[in-house]
């Protein structure tokens, strides 16, 4: 029975080792790209679209203007937690689920945080 702890683990970090280039690309820049960027673009897109409708002088764009940036703002501030939101409720899933045969139930999430 040890040999197969032994084997779940030795394969568990062959996993990782296997899959790190594709962990750094997600964790170092795919998650700060959708997380910081994606706000700071909406926010600026809005910014601009209210600025447009300020130089118009159409009161009525302007208040259509208004309602587009703070839905872009709600967006942002949705899409700047969602990084966060997804983390907890893997976490959350990875501790209830059943472990394997090697009694493993987190390697994943040693997985991620190996990624430097």
Not at 9 to 32: E, R, Y
Not at 85 to 113: K, Q
Request: proline share 3%.
């Amino acid at each position: 029975m040890n040999n197969l702890v032994l084997l779940g683990a030795q394969a568990s970090t062959d996993i990782c080792q296997n899959i790190m280039p594709l962990l750094s690309v997600v964790k170092k820049g795919v998650f700060p790209l959708v997380q910081i960027g994606i706000p700071i673009l909406l926010i600026i897109l809005g910014t601009i679209d209210l600025g447009k409708a300020v130089i118009s002088s159409d009161d009525k764009e302007v208040k259509a203007a208004q309602t587009r940036l703070i839905k872009r703002l709600i967006y942002a501030a949705i899409i700047f937690f969602i990084v966060t939101i997804v983390s907890l409720v893997l976490g959350i899933v990875a501790t209830s689920s059943d472990s394997d045969v090697s009694g493993h139930t987190d390697d994943w999430r040693s997985c991620w945080n190996a990624v430097k």
